[in-house]
């Protein structure tokens, strides 16, 4: 059995009985009308689950409904940790706002699950995530001046930092070349198994 790695990253250990999210009878849609049949599904620490379709198929639909950001238009869904992220197709800062990598990886600790942590923890949860995603020498660098690549590698630090155990990630190989692609899914793959963590990923392939 898996268990999540002693680190700051990780305040317990997640294991597959642990059941982060169900849905039972789940339709997604907008105003009453659903995109979708009717959906069961649990996930548990260690699941990963890709969501495939063309665009308007209903996949961020989804999403947001699992994520509580869209109500359902029949059944239900109940997510039972508080620990959950979400990593976006596309994140932009303001060019004015010169964000650094380090001050991005320390927004996953402004709010849940995050609150309430010292500033002694934070820091050692931001270096913590900086080193397991392999980007130290980054941390001073401005996240826009990053490749879509590095910028994933920072929002998953991000999520490491927060300590989340189900992260919904919306096409993380957007705009990748085929390399980069390639190696943004070995890396998903390898945190997923050595922290079995839940992965929910939306890809066109």
């Known amino acids: 059995m898996t268990t999540t790695s002693p680190s700051p990253l990780h305040?317990?250990?997640?294991?597959?009985?642990?059941?982060?999210?169900?849905?039972d009878g789940l339709q997604v849609?907008?105003?009453?009308?659903?995109?979708?049949?009717?959906?069961?599904?649990?996930?548990?620490c260690g699941s990963f689950l890709a969501v495939v379709?063309?665009?308007?198929?209903?996949?961020?639909?989804?999403?947001?409904t699992l994520l509580g950001l869209l109500p359902p238009v029949a059944g239900r869904v109940e997510r039972l940790d508080p620990s959950v992220a979400y990593v976006p197709q596309r994140v932009a800062f303001d060019p004015l706002f010169p964000v650094s990598v380090r001050e991005v990886v320390a927004m996953g600790l402004l709010g849940t699950p995050g609150q309430g942590v010292g500033r002694g923890e934070r820091r050692d949860r931001v270096?913590?995530?900086?080193?397991?995603?392999?980007?130290?020498?980054?941390?001073?660098?401005?996240?826009?001046?990053?490749s879509e690549g590095q910028k994933q590698r920072v929002l998953m630090a991000r999520v490491m930092a927060a300590g989340a155990r189900l992260v919904f990630l919306d096409e993380p190989t957007a705009a990748m070349d085929?390399?980069?692609?390639?190696?943004?899914?070995?890396?998903?793959?390898?945190?997923?198994?050595k922290h079995n963590m839940a992965l929910v990923v939306i890809n066109h392939h």
Do not use: W
């Not at 009453?32 to 548990?44: C, F, I, K, S, W």
């Not at 270096?127 to 990053?146: G, H, K, N, P």
């Open 53 to 64: 379709g063309r665009n308007g198929a209903g996949k961020t639909t989804l999403f947001r």
């Open 29 to 44: 849609g907008y105003g009453g009308v659903p995109l979708l049949a009717p959906l069961d599904l649990e996930l548990h």
């Open 11 to 23: 305040q317990a250990p997640c294991t597959h009985e642990h059941l982060l999210l169900r849905a």
């Open 178 to 193: 085929a390399v980069a692609e390639r190696e943004t899914m070995a890396l998903l793959s390898h945190l997923q198994h």
């Open 127 to 146: 270096d913590a995530a900086l080193e397991e995603l392999d980007i130290v020498s980054l941390a001073r660098q401005r996240f826009r001046t990053l």
